[in-house]
């Protein structure tokens, strides 16, 4: 069997990676158009903050690593056309410039997505860059040390965009973070979370600017030097743009059925609409845990979890890809925070009827002080408000709580309840945690909740 895989990031790798663990004989060609495979734009905040020195090293495999286990690893070559029909593709190799065809038996598309643009007047002007990939890292990297940049704007208030700013603070510029939504963060987290936040950043010399449209970016000599909203005006030298992502799937139109907005259709064995042809990553849907149906999560745990359904059902083993909670966490300067689920800032979108119920407790019993590691925990149970199935939870603290919220997780997979997690067993051991931990503490409260 030949299975040709387009893509290396998460999605690519892990169907590769599935294939190899069973049936390490499989003929397997994976194709990346960039010139270096399984970058991980994750480990990109790690390569900008110095933590990790070398931009290289943010990667799962080499195609030395891949070769060796038998997979013929093709960089710089785009794939550029599907014939389903013939079980064909297009190969561009950019290096040579020439094109050939491959026949494959079974085809993985883990084409993934690209940064949104702005279609606003100025958006081809020098220094507007996006953060993903390892091409922008690097970038961004010679402009976190480059003196030149003093004003940096971040377009997009979601995790990437926060990262980034925090990076660029960090390395001393003056950062203004726009969104036109009103909250940073609000699609992970509500207000209790991001009132906090919000404080933290701005302690830390970044300026938000929430609830603004950004209409042109203003330029001087070719680069850019302004950014204006519907507001205000804020200067810049560097912009970088996070404000979503666009399917990498224009050249898939008429080969297998997409979505409005691009995005792959695929069944729960990540099955195209063309047979032998799957996809999986940012360049589908994921099935959602909390309310059913499907819903867009662009997460690396999603495309792994696709990446091996996919390898699966390849290798003949039907396996159903499993409903996901969009389970995020970040550090913002001091503060952890992790969330999955439905939140205030989801549910209208869902169309569901929710209720929550927020607590604040310390990590530890009152007694340990905070120099051994005890702090405030802040914290957010989501639940349907008629049938008090749990949907979801929010948690946030200076100390890393962030591993609960996977209880969670499990907790909306298996479909539990309120009663459930009341008095939910958890281990107790004052180094770690109270002997009702926040889930029970919540959910009592909850139940005790008149209305
Ligand atoms: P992508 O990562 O988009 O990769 C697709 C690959 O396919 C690319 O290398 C592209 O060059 C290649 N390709 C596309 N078209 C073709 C073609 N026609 N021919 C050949 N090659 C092609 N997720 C988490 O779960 N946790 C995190 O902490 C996290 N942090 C993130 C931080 C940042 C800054 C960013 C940008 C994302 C982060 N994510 C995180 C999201 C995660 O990176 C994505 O969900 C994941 O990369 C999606 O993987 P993918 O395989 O679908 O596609």
Redesign the pocket.
């Known amino acids: 069997m030949k299975v040709i895989v387009?893509?290396?990031?998460?999605?690519?790798?892990?169907a590769v990676r599935g294939i190899l663990q069973e049936a390490p004989e499989t003929e397997i060609q994976w194709?990346?158009?960039?010139d270096?495979?399984?970058?991980?734009?994750?480990?990109?905040?790690l390569y900008l903050e110095g933590v990790v020195k070398n931009v290289n090293d943010v990667r799962y495999a080499t195609p030395d690593s891949a070769r060796a286990k038998g997979v013929d690893v093709f960089v710089r070559?785009?794939?550029?056309a599907v014939a389903p029909l013939q079980h064909e593709v297009t190969v561009h190799d950019l290096t040579k410039d020439t094109t050939r065809t491959e026949h494959y038996d079974q085809l993985v598309l883990?084409?993934?997505?690209?940064?949104a643009k702005l279609a606003v007047p100025g958006a081809a002007l020098a220094n507007v860059y996006a953060?993903?990939?390892r091409d922008w890292a690097i970038r961004l990297k010679a402009k976190t040390v480059d003196p030149d940049v003093a004003n940096v704007v971040v377009i997009g208030a979601g995790?990437?965009g926060v990262?980034?700013a925090e990076v660029f603070a960090k390395a001393g510029k003056h950062v203004t973070l726009i969104d036109i939504l009103p909250r940073a963060l609000q699609l992970y987290l509500d207000e209790e979370f991001t009132t906090r936040l919000t404080a933290t950043l701005v302690a830390h010399g970044i300026t938000p600017a929430m609830g603004q449209s950004v209409e042109e970016f203003t330029g001087k000599d070719g680069q850019v030097s302004g950014v204006l909203t519907d507001q205000a005006e804020f200067p810049a030298d560097l912009v970088i743009l996070?404000a979503g992502?666009k399917p990498?799937t224009h050249?898939l139109k008429g080969a297998v059925d997409l979505d409005a907005k691009g995005l792959i259709k695929v069944n729960d064995y990540q099955q195209t609409s063309a047979t032998d042809v799957y996809a999986?990553?940012?360049?589908?849907l994921a099935p959602y845990a909390p309310v059913g149906g499907k819903q867009r999560i662009?997460?690396?745990?999603?495309?792994r979890r696709?990446?091996r359904t996919a390898a699966k059902n390849i290798l003949g083993q039907p396996m159903k890809m499993p409903a996901v909670s969009g389970a995020?966490?970040?550090s913002v300067f001091d503060y952890h925070f992790a969330s999955t689920g439905v939140k205030a800032g989801t549910a209208d979108q869902l169309g569901i009827a929710i209720k929550s119920i927020y607590v604040e407790d310390t990590a530890r019993p009152p007694f340990v002080p905070e120099a051994a590691g005890n702090a405030p925990v802040y914290f957010k149970l989501t639940y349907a408000a008629d049938s008090q199935r749990i949907l979801g939870a929010q948690i946030m603290s200076k100390v890393d709580v962030t591993g609960n919220i996977n209880a969670i997780s499990l907790a909306i997979q298996g479909k539990m309840t309120l009663s459930d997690l009341a008095y939910a067993d958890f281990f107790f051991q004052p180094g770690f945690d109270r002997p009702w931990h926040i889930i029970n503490v919540a959910a009592q409260a909850a139940l005790l909740r008149k209305t």
């Open positions: 387009v893509g290396s990031s998460h999605g690519g790798y892990e194709y990346e158009k960039g270096f495979i399984s970058f991980l734009s994750c480990g990109m905040q070559q785009e794939i550029t883990a084409v993934g997505a690209e940064p953060m993903r990939g995790y990437i990262e980034a996070s992502i990498a050249w999986v990553g940012d360049a589908t662009a997460l690396a745990t999603v495309a696709q990446g995020s966490a970040l």
